[in-house]
């Protein structure tokens, strides 16, 4: 790693200037609304960027021109200044109302002391989500009837099963099984957020949960799924446990090391998928024998990726689209069946990078990731992708700072803390097929309160909020 800062360019210290800047910024705001999702995108933009650059090897970096990783750089301090800026109005346009009723709800004594879930809610929610997910396993077991005790510990087969067809090309009721794969994914995810923040029986069980259920995507090729189900808990506990700093600061290290080594052997296996000698052995071997060599690190190359990218639109081999990658992410949702020709999204830069297939459905082999701030050059170019994807993650931070401001609502402090935990997984794309966990959350959120006729806040009917027992008043115009 030091190696690394002798051959930094001077816009690598540059962005670690503006980092601690900024970082240091949040720290001392940090009771203001925007301050957490913040530094969680400071955080991501560490773990992608700065992370990549300084646990490569030297060898890694010589493919590109020293102007090339200068100019990834300079994108990344622009993305950090930009984010910082918009980030402060827009967390002002969100956060003005919810605030206001915050501030009515501290005059009336109705806010609770602490940051924390209802233990009536939470009991309820866990009965919801273990309803939900046995009714999941149920459609697990009707297409792997002879082999589903495997949904539940997958190394009882060598190669993972699905609970659900899943398919690259989206196609027929496809749509339907991803939905219910993202649904699975939040159930999940849920459970470690109960686990950490209940207290008695409910945790307990939420903890039996966790430890039936997690293994399924635990044994696994996709890391992001594996952050999806951890993250929201872990922020769970930083933000609203109340243990002592030291405690949080060593459960973080611990938590860091430990994911390292797990995602390492992943990687180990991740080409053969053979479960039976993950475990076994510790590590795949190769087909001469030779255990493989650990590969922990690959798929965090997002700055790399930036090189690539600018070196490919410097050369005239890759053009940005002006905004059609960003469109095709905005429509994603829209199944393929009502929209045989919908865009699919990253195909043209994947070609580019050389990974283009004839003889696959979608006309590569694999598709690329091109990072949060790559995705903006690959759509607006070298010099406005970076404002694009910064102004694009200001409005995910401040609509998570939006929830933050509402987590008098317990069910809204669960999303938040859902939100923040997908966030790091946005750093190599802004896309909703990281996202989608969360939007069915929120839909679902919507959906509850409307039934039970509520505003956002969570504190009284709409109908009520004109009545003479009600103390909050429409603002005049």
Not at 114 to 131: E, M
Not at 412 to 423: D, K, S, Y
Request: charge should be positive.
């Amino acid at each position: 790693m030091i190696e690394r800062f002798n051959v930094a360019p001077w816009t690598f210290w540059l962005h670690l200037v503006v980092l601690a800047v900024l970082l240091f910024e949040s720290l001392r705001k940090w009771h203001l609304p925007w301050a957490k999702p913040a530094v969680v995108v400071y955080g991501t933009v560490i773990f992608w960027y700065t992370g990549d650059f300084l646990l490569s090897t030297s060898i890694a970096y010589q493919v590109f021109a020293k102007e090339v990783i200068t100019l990834a750089f300079f994108q990344v301090s622009i993305f950090l200044i930009g984010f910082r800026f918009l980030l402060g109005y827009f967390s002002r346009r969100f956060c003005e109302k919810p605030l206001r009723i915050r501030k009515n709800q501290f005059i009336r004594g109705t806010v609770p002391k602490h940051d924390s879930f209802s233990p009536r809610l939470l009991k309820s929610l866990l009965a919801l989500l273990i309803s939900g997910w046995f009714a999941i396993f149920l459609i697990g077991v009707s297409f792997s009837p002879s082999v589903w005790p495997a949904l539940i510990w997958p190394p009882l087969l060598s190669e993972k099963i699905g609970m659900y067809p899943l398919e690259r090309v989206g196609s027929g009721a496809s749509f339907i099984f991803n939905a219910i794969g993202y649904i699975h994914i939040l159930i999940c995810s849920l459970f470690g957020v109960i686990a950490v923040t209940a207290r008695g029986p409910i945790r307990w069980i939420a903890i039996m949960m966790v430890f039936l259920t997690w293994p399924y995507f635990w044994f696994d090729r996709y890391r992001n799924r594996m952050l999806a189900l951890l993250l929201p808990g872990l922020a769970g506990f930083l933000l609203l446990g109340k243990h002592r700093l030291t405690t949080k600061i060593a459960v973080g290290a611990i938590f860091s090391i430990g994911l390292s080594v797990w995602f390492s052997k992943v990687m180990e296996s991740r080409s053969e998928r053979n479960l039976t000698a993950f475990l076994e052995n510790g590590a795949v071997e190769s087909a001469g024998g030779v255990p493989k060599k650990s590969e922990g690190r690959e798929g965090q190359d997002m700055l790399k990726e930036l090189c690539w990218i600018n070196t490919y639109v410097e050369s005239g081999r890759y053009r940005p689209n002006w905004g059609a990658r960003y469109f095709g992410e905005i429509v994603n949702p829209i199944p393929r069946t009502l929209w045989p020709g919908k865009p699919m999204v990253g195909i043209d830069y994947s070609i580019a990078r050389g990974f283009g297939a004839s003889r696959e459905a979608a006309g590569v082999n694999t598709t690329i990731s091109t990072g949060m701030i790559g995705q903006g050059c690959v759509n607006f170019g070298r010099f406005f992708g970076p404002p694009v994807a910064a102004l694009l993650f200001a409005l995910w931070a401040a609509f998570l700072a939006r929830l933050w401001c509402q987590r008098a609502v317990s069910l809204r402090l669960a999303l938040f803390l859902i939100g923040m935990g997908l966030t790091l997984n946005t750093g190599r794309d802004l896309t909703f097929l990281v996202l989608f966990p969360f939007a069915f959350g929120y839909i679902a959120l919507r959906l509850f309160e409307l039934s039970r006729h509520r505003s956002p806040d969570g504190t009284a009917p709409r109908r009520s909020l004109s009545s003479p027992q009600n103390p909050i008043r429409p603002e005049k115009p």
